[in-house]
């Protein structure tokens, strides 16, 4: 197939990591860390997007230490940030063209009522262009549920 016809659809990363907007930048930071991502969607409840967070924009905003960054939340990180979408039947050179115009490397892809169901990166853009493009799998969508407790040494008399 030629690549200059193929659909959002056809090449978006569908199983993602997400946080939201109440979260810890510390914890966005440990979950992208872990996930192994360089993009963290921020959504609702609901599924709905509120924006994308990149490494770049964690270590930027950065300050402080641990305890500072625990009480942050990234909601706040969103504010001056513009976040360029797409939908599934869009054509994936649209949707790179939208990529290039704001210059970010990632763009999420929107379904019915704003909600997220996948994002084209890069690397989906490169895969496309190989043809190397899998078979579709149905979208996920896994939020970030687990928590960071620290577990400090028992110190005897305390």
Do not use: K, Y
């Not at 946080?19 to 609901?46: F, Q, T």
């Amino acid at each position: 197939m030629d690549v200059r016809e193929l659909t959002v659809a056809q090449v978006m990363s569908r199983t993602l990591v997400a946080v939201e907007p109440d979260e810890s930048p510390l914890m966005a930071w440990e979950i992208m860390r872990r996930a192994g991502v360089h993009h963290l969607p921020v959504v609702d409840r609901h599924g709905c997007l509120r924006g994308v967070l990149t490494r770049e924009d964690l270590t930027a905003r950065w300050s402080g230490g641990p305890v500072e960054q625990s009480r942050a939340r990234v909601h706040a990180l969103l504010a001056e940030h513009r976040c360029p979408h797409t939908t599934l039947d869009a054509r994936l050179a649209d949707a790179a063209a939208a990529m290039i115009g704001a210059g970010v490397d990632a763009i999420p892809v929107l379904g019915e009522s704003n909600r997220l169901v996948g994002m084209v990166t890069a690397t989906d853009v490169l895969r496309a262009v190989a043809g190397r493009i899998t078979e579709e799998e149905p979208p996920e969508l896994m939020t970030g549920t687990f928590r960071l407790i620290p577990v400090l040494p028992h110190v005897p008399g305390r």
